[in-house]
């Protein structure tokens, strides 16, 4: 049996990860980075959503699953219809957190808000911090359809899937 006595390799990805997020935070140009899936991209999946009423009974619906970081939605510019953006910090509170889009909030939870509800979305309960505004993924154009955002934090993230988001300065030349 052989034993790994190097530094942990995710572990290091994790840290070359952050560095690169500082740099490009760092510069001039840049007024906001985060972690998560590309709008327009093809790296989504479609998960099935599972929330309990009340009365016990469970309902169940495909969403577009997409993994995003803190300021995730500051950065594409969104403005958050309820709730909060991910943040650092939610990867240690005790139930994971996800955010859900105007469409799936309205599927899910026609009578009442859906701030601090609970759905389940592959075998986790996740409670819901903040719904976002419905907007197409696919390509321009399309209609959005159903949206859950689970957490990426930085140090879930691989070289091997890792997209950065970053919102540039509107800092142009007037000729």
């Not at 006595?5 to 560095?19: C, I, L, Q, S, Y």
């Not at 001039?28 to 998960?47: E, I, K």
């Not at 139930?95 to 899910?108: D, F, G, T």
């Amino acid at each position: 049996m052989a034993v790994f006595a190097g530094p942990d390799p995710v572990a290091e990805m994790a840290r070359t990860g952050k560095r690169i997020e500082q740099a490009i935070r760092g510069l001039p140009t840049v007024s906001s980075v985060a972690h998560g899936d590309v709008p327009f991209g093809t790296m989504r999946s479609r998960q099935t959503v599972a929330t309990e009423d009340s009365n016990g009974l469970t309902r169940q619906l495909v969403a577009k699953s997409r993994t995003s970081g803190p300021a995730y939605f500051h950065t594409l510019g969104a403005t958050m219809v309820a709730g909060r953006d991910f943040a650092e910090g939610d990867e240690s509170t005790t139930a994971p957190v996800a955010i859900v889009n105007r469409s799936l909030a309205r599927e899910l939870w026609p009578l009442g808000a859906a701030l601090d509800r609970y759905m389940t979305v592959n075998k986790t309960r996740y409670r819901v911090i903040g719904v976002c505004p419905d907007f197409a993924d696919d390509r321009p154009g399309t209609a959005p359809g159903l949206q859950v955002f689970l957490p990426k934090y930085p140090e879930h993230i691989t070289a091997l899937k890792n997209n950065i988001v970053l919102k540039s300065l509107n800092t142009y030349n007037k000729f």
